[in-house]
């Protein structure tokens, strides 16, 4: 059977289903065994709770540091208060089922510090519904599947990859992701790439169509996903397999050439990263630079804000790693999808349009101070940290943080600490809005940075994670092709470096335009680096320019694209 | 019952570390401990009481014990609270 979905991470992997399924922790049909068996059993569980936590925390120790344990080794603390035992035995007394006293006492307890109005003692809440969920699993004998200890050929099907997921994934074992959500710049697409998996994303019914133990086929360049394939189709694909590694292959010899075009035009080309970890793999990649950082990493998967230390030695180890090349971090873009629990961002009706990324950051300025402070400090030795501000809709917000940043440097100047005193401030564009002003935001910024994902999804007004829509999400549409245009030629007359790190830097057909308007620095995923440098090395001036301007006399996307497709792949 | 106010100097208040500290170490005494802070009595041998009683820097609390070794509860106690409860 052939399921189509969305094409989200290139490759082709042949193996066989593991599925990740949200697990039912429905205990209404656990009978009461009476008052001392259900203690028994709520005591076995408890004592299982802690063996595994433990393990878990020494794994985690090993693999990611002592900070990440702590938060595993405080659970097993706050289960082991004895007044929450008691409660749980009292509820047993009164004839809940070892389950049912569980839940009622961690629930109480969750609502407790999801109610308190300090920040820190709110991430708790987090703590004890992971406590409920693993100590309910544990008496309903439901068991999680380990990432870690993946068979090899796996591939993986959930309904979503969250980072704290792919956290414990043992990459080597996994030859292919299928999920039934998102699209192609959703959170698993974007994962998915940086691991360089062939991914398939949006199954409809995935998880009821797929069984353990299926073979599968997930060719991600074509979104196609082959279900239980004969042995022709199974041939099929690994020629198709073979091929595509071996154009990969191809493009070894572009590592490490100068990325210029055909007429020996210079240009940056950058990777985008997620976390310090991958900067090594950016500079494998033949990177030249980060041109984003995307520091939410570093507030996801944790129960408390990263303090200064914690950032300081994230973003100084991509500074140290990247030495004599720029990294562009931007600061802290929370909201809609990316909400965290403890920063007490309140639900929103449109999390797209409400209190994210610089809005709450301004609003924050303790908060953000803490980022800024750390920022300035991770320059001091490299002096190659930009930092970018995300979402930037008008003038008054890069003033405001301009302003925060000049308080910063003074306090580190007071207390003596070494720190960039000429960073460089600028701002993600990626709103009609900034598009629309970009002239007078070039006067107040140090570069730019055109995040097309967004800019894309804010002009054309369309969520890009609804498949319904999506249709509508392009940036081949002249409205977004504009917008572009129009902030590059903004950035060019104010004289400031301009750049892209959407997902259009990597774009064959959109190249050639980028370069014919003048784009200095083109930041794509690690996995797209060489791919970019060989398209960039094909254009010589007369071509992108007569190539803009037909794209350009064309008024619809499809028109558009199927135009540049087919004059790039020619 | 013997009892005596104190002011935490935690920068970060009775957050996790340090409300695992003094829980622990009131566990080794038989007197109970409890904590007025504000409206909020708190048994303070349970620390998930004590944390979500949100006690931040700078508060005043007032430690009761009451029972066997209290003297020695409070006294421990006390000096748990002003030497910072190893965040200092």
């Given amino acids: 059977m052939v399921l189509k979905g969305i094409n989200a991470s290139d490759g082709v992997g042949l193996g066989c289903a593991v599925c990740v399924r949200e697990e039912s922790l429905d205990y209404s049909d656990v009978p009461y065994s009476g008052k001392e068996a259900e203690k028994a059993r709520l005591q076995n569980a408890i004592d299982e709770f802690n063996q595994r936590t433990a393990a878990m925390a020494d794994r985690i120790r090993e693999q990611t540091g002592p900070k990440e344990a702590e938060i595993l080794t405080g659970q097993i603390t706050m289960l082991a208060d004895p007044f929450m035992l008691s409660q749980m ?57 380990d990432l870690s200890a993946l068979p090899a050929g796996t591939i993986l099907v959930a309904h979503d990859l969250t980072p704290s997921m792919t956290v414990g994934l043992n990459k080597e074992n996994v030859a292919g992701i299928i999920t039934e959500t998102g699209g192609r710049t959703s959170h698993s697409a974007i994962l998915a790439r940086a691991l360089q998996l062939p991914a398939v994303l949006s199954i409809a019914k995935a998880l009821e169509l797929i069984k353990d133990g299926d073979g599968l086929i997930v060719d991600g360049g074509e979104g196609v996903v082959v279900l239980s394939p004969d042995a022709r189709t199974r041939s099929e694909y690994l020629a198709k397999q073979k091929d ?13 050439k100068p990325t210029a075009d055909a007429d020996g035009k210079y240009y940056h080309l950058y990777a985008n990263i997620g976390s310090a970890a991958e900067a090594e793999a950016a500079a494998q990649s033949g990177a030249e630079g980060i041109g984003l950082f995307r520091t939410e990493f ?28 720029e990294v562009i971090i931007r600061t802290l873009d929370v ?26 950051c301004l609003d924050r300025p303790e908060l953000y101070k803490v980022q800024l402070r750390a920022l300035l400090r991770a320059g001091a030795e490299e002096q190659n940290i930009k930092i970018m501000l995300p979402l930037v809709t008008c003038v008054e917000e890069v003033r405001a943080a301009r302003e925060l940043l000049e308080q910063c440097k003074k306090e580190l100047a007071e207390s003596g600490v070494p720190y960039d005193k000429d960073i460089a401030l600028g701002a993600m564009i990626e709103t009609p809005a900034a598009a629309l002003i970009a002239d007078l935001l070039a006067q107040e910024c140090d570069f730019f940075s055109i995040g097309t994902n967004d800019l894309t999804q804010y002009t054309m007004a369309v969520d890009r ?24 030629s903004a950035a060019k007359r104010a004289g400031i470096p301009v750049g892209m790190c959407g997902e259009a830097a990597a774009d064959p057909g959109l190249i050639p335009l980028l370069m014919c308007w003048g784009l200095d620095e083109f930041s794509v995923s690690s996995a797209s680096v060489l791919a970019t440098r060989a398209q960039i090395h094909r254009w010589h001036e007369k071509d992108f320019r007569r190539i803009t301007d037909e794209a350009l006399g064309l008024s619809t996307a499809s028109g558009v694209e199927g135009y540049l497709k087919a004059t790039v792949n020619k | 019952m013997v009892s005596k106010t104190v002011k935490v100097i935690n920068p970060q208040g009775l957050h996790m570390r340090p409300a695992q500290l003094f829980v622990a170490e009131m566990g080794k005494y038989d007197s109970t401990v409890t904590i007025i802070f504000g409206e909020k009595t708190i048994n303070a041998k349970s620390i998930m009481n004590l944390m979500a009683s949100c006690i931040k820097m700078d ?23 002003e030497s910072g409860l190893g965040d200092l």
């Fill in chain 1, 244 to 256: 595509y590694q071996e154009k990969t292959a191809a493009l070894e010899v572009y590592r490490d």
């Fill in chain 1, 298 to 325: 570093l507030f996801m998967d944790r129960t408390s804000l990263p303090d200064e230390t914690v950032q300081y030695e994230a973003y100084y180890a991509v500074s140290k790693t990247m030495a004599g090349k």
């Fill in chain 2, 59 to 81: 508060s005043e609390i007032e430690i009761r014990c009451e029972g066997a070794q209290e003297a020695e509860a409070l006294d421990a106690a006390v000096k748990l609270v």
């Fill in chain 1, 89 to 145: 035995q009292e509820a047993i007394d009164g004839g809940s089922c070892a389950e049912g006293a569980a839940d009622a006492v961690c629930t109480m307890y969750a609502d407790m510090f999801a109610g308190v109005d300090d920040e820190l003692m709110r991430q708790r809440a987090t703590d004890v519904r992971d406590i409920r969920a693993r100590l309910l699993s544990i008496l309903m004998g439901v068991t999680g599947i």
């Fill in chain 1, 465 to 488: 994670g609804n498949a319904k829509v999506e249709k509508l999400y392009s940036p081949f549409q002249p409205a977004v092709l504009r917008s572009i245009r129009n902030v590059i």
């Fill in chain 1, 335 to 360: 909201g809609g999808d990316k909400a965290i629990d403890y920063l007490g961002l309140e639900k929103e009706e449109n999390p797209f349009l409400g209190h994210r990324a610089i809005r709450y």
